[in-house]
């Protein structure tokens, strides 16, 4: 289990180089000009985890599989998209199927790349797009909304509810805010989420600075954080270009030029842990001779969940899961030094995981 996020934003801010560089690869087609990319681009991105090397280090496992992710490119969006100007409609429907999105917004000054609405403003930029969404979540409630609404008058209790959910919805966007400002109840999330809005999910800023600021930030990159504050979403600085350089390097000469530029990681590695928050999601392991591996669950996910993200039998068949925290994983020198020092439990259904757990499952088919 990892998660989908899209790469939005205007045309020429710096989306398919930032795709290019998380995949390392130049499957994107990074170029001047809009509408660059016709087709949205998947990618599947390993999860930086320096904790995996240490338990393969441990273990003597003979491979190491980190967790993954996956990145669209989706090509840019412009003003009026919603009412398919551009390549808009396309684009919106990629955009529904993501788990969260990352707003691209051009935090530098460069004459050589054109930008579509000739001036430099990310805040300008952020509102652009997240109206075009808006828009589009506005037109998909009213659709539904009239043959929702003649099955709640003939008694429908599932669409009463649905109903007050809608224009909950309509209610925020009309005064101009994303949906997910709304107050949701807890227990109406899942009916929530089958609206399918493309505002309703979580958003990462990527303020895409020049390389200069990669370590301090611009003026235009601190507006953007502030914006990102007041709305208590995530967001991260980064310069694009100095991350698709990265991206050709190899560890050595990685750590050599992050020095020099005074950052302690990529700004990439930042970007996806930001996503991992922003989902609720965390990491825990396992370690053998074969291989040590690391496995996304959501933050509150039990033993058996996590189990099954192996396998469904592991999870139809859950009997125990043998546990052990990373740390006394590696301070125990592996499995049977942490059993021998007391440090392994045995943990059941309802244990809830722990980013960092090193887990051995039994079960049962």
Not at 164 to 191: S, T
Request: net charge negative; with cysteine; aromatic share 6%.
């Amino acid at each position: 289990m990892g998660f989908k996020c899209g790469i939005v934003g205007l045309p020429n801010v710096g989306k398919s180089t930032l795709f290019n560089a998380l995949t390392q690869t130049a499957a994107a087609q990074a170029a001047n000009y809009p509408f660059c990319t016709i087709e949205p681009n998947v990618g599947e991105v390993a999860v930086p985890e320096p904790r995996l090397k240490e338990l393969a280090r441990v273990a003597g496992s003979k491979e190491v599989i980190p967790a993954r992710m996956n990145f669209v490119d989706i090509a840019g969006l412009v003003e009026g998209a919603s009412k398919g100007e551009g390549l808009g409609n396309q684009f919106l429907a990629n955009i529904r199927e993501t788990d969260a999105i990352a707003y691209v917004l051009r935090c530098f000054e460069d004459e050589d790349i054109t930008h579509v609405a000739g001036r430099i403003d990310p805040i300008a930029d952020l509102e652009t797009v997240e109206t075009e969404l808006m828009l589009a979540d506005m037109e998909s409630l009213e659709k539904r909304k009239a043959n929702v609404e003649k099955k709640a008058r003939s008694g429908d209790k599932e669409a009463k509810a649905q109903v007050a959910l809608i224009e909950l919805a309509l209610n925020e966007l009309n005064e101009g805010r994303p949906a997910r400002r709304a107050d949701v109840p807890k227990d109406e999330m899942k009916a929530w989420k089958m609206l399918q809005l493309l505002t309703a999910k979580p958003v990462l800023y990527i303020a895409n600075v020049d390389e200069a600021s990669a370590a301090t930030g611009n003026a235009y990159s601190e507006r953007v954080m502030a914006r990102a504050k007041e709305e208590g979403a995530a967001c991260v600085a980064i310069s694009v270009q100095i991350e698709s350089e990265l991206a050709l390097l190899d560890e050595e000469e990685r750590e050599e030029y992050l020095a020099e530029l005074g950052l302690e990681e990529p700004g990439l590695t930042r970007m996806i842990h930001s996503g991992y928050d922003l989902l609720g999601l965390q990491t825990y392991f396992t370690a053998g001779p074969k291989e040590a591996r690391a496995w996304t669950v959501k933050k509150g996910a039990t033993a058996p969940q996590a189990a099954g993200v192996i396998h469904g039998d592991f999870e139809k068949g859950f009997i125990r899961a043998e546990t052990i925290t990373f740390e006394d994983y590696v301070a125990c020198g592996g499995e049977s030094g942490a059993k021998e020092a007391g440090k392994m439990r045995a943990e059941g259904k309802d244990y809830l995981v722990q980013d960092g757990d090193v887990m051995l499952f039994r079960f049962n088919v």
